[in-house]
């Protein structure tokens, strides 16, 4: 997909469709099968359902049997290890949490606002023919050309994000852009990947996630901001519980000599279940790369 075009997004559904015909997808997509994690995890989903249920003070007010259902909270049981009472806890304070920021109210289906997936600027006036998600303009302004980009060069697979660091200003961001304001665009960019997720899980039959590619070609250790990475890990931490099973893979491609030593030293500020998925990219980047992309 090049920068510029459009994708034809399918309409949002609840129900998955029942893959039976396992011969039609391509024999290196390694991705599980919802219908059979459903199956193996029955028991502990029907668990976590009960506890949101039961729940005086967020489930008993805002559970919702459709928006709620079994892949839903198939995602939180997962990310939990079959762990009933922590999967239940963690989807109580997304429940919580989604109702305070009004998500499925007042913002509902932003996936087509998500750059370089639904909508794209005109060569010409540079002008986006949809409204780009809440703060992006503000983090866009701190950023070169294309350098993040969201794609999904398969319509029946993941999304990948990649973004070039040397093109972003860390500097300027971290003057000019209070932490709400990075937490909040944080939120509505993964709220609008994840929505596709969803939609491709469900309607493929596969449990779909993204990959991430953090570019440092062209970073050198003195534009790199240690703050901004603090402040991403925080922020990352206070929002790992609303979108569970959502990274396959957090590639560092053409990583600089110091920065195996800078992550060792920042790594516990960031989630653990984050930290486990990072992986350092050998020069030539075969197969760590090649396989899930």
């Not at 790992?240 to 990274?247: G, R, T």
């Amino acid at each position: 997909m090049s920068f510029s075009d459009k994708v034809e997004i399918p309409s949002l559904e609840l129900t998955v469709i029942t893959v039976t015909d396992e011969g039609n997808f391509d024999e290196h997509d390694d991705r599980p099968f919802v219908k059979d994690l459903l199956k193996k995890h029955s028991k502990t989903i029907k668990s976590v359902q009960k506890i949101i249920i039961a729940d005086e003070n967020i489930g008993k007010k805002l559970y919702n049997s459709e928006k709620h259902d079994d892949i839903w909270i198939l995602r939180y049981v997962l990310t939990h290890k079959s762990k009933a009472k922590a999967a239940a806890k963690a989807a109580l304070k997304t429940i919580k949490f989604r109702d305070e920021m009004k998500l499925d109210e007042e913002y509902g289906d932003i996936r087509n606002r998500s750059m370089n997936y639904g909508w794209y600027r005109e060569p010409d006036n540079g002008e986006p023919d949809v409204e780009p998600l809440p703060s992006w303009e503000l983090y866009e302004s701190f950023c070169r050309k294309n350098a993040c980009v969201v794609t999904q060069p398969d319509p029946d697979r993941g999304i990948i994000v990649y973004c070039n660091v040397g093109l972003v200003d860390m500097n300027g961001m971290m003057e000019s852009m209070t932490e709400e304001q990075m937490k909040h665009w944080i939120i509505f960019t993964n709220e609008a990947i994840y929505q596709v997720l969803d939609e491709v899980t469900r309607r493929t039959g596969r449990l779909t996630k993204i990959i991430k590619i953090l570019d440092f070609a062209n970073v050198s250790i003195l534009g790199f901001n240690r703050t901004y990475v603090k402040r991403d890990a925080a922020i990352g931490k206070a929002t790992e519980d609303f979108f569970p099973q959502m990274l396959g893979t957090f590639c560092i491609a053409n990583a600089p000599f110091w920065l195996s030593a800078f992550w060792k030293a920042v790594r516990p500020f960031f989630p653990r279940r984050f930290a486990e998925k990072v992986d350092f990219l050998p020069s030539n980047a075969t197969k760590n790369l090649h396989k899930p992309m």
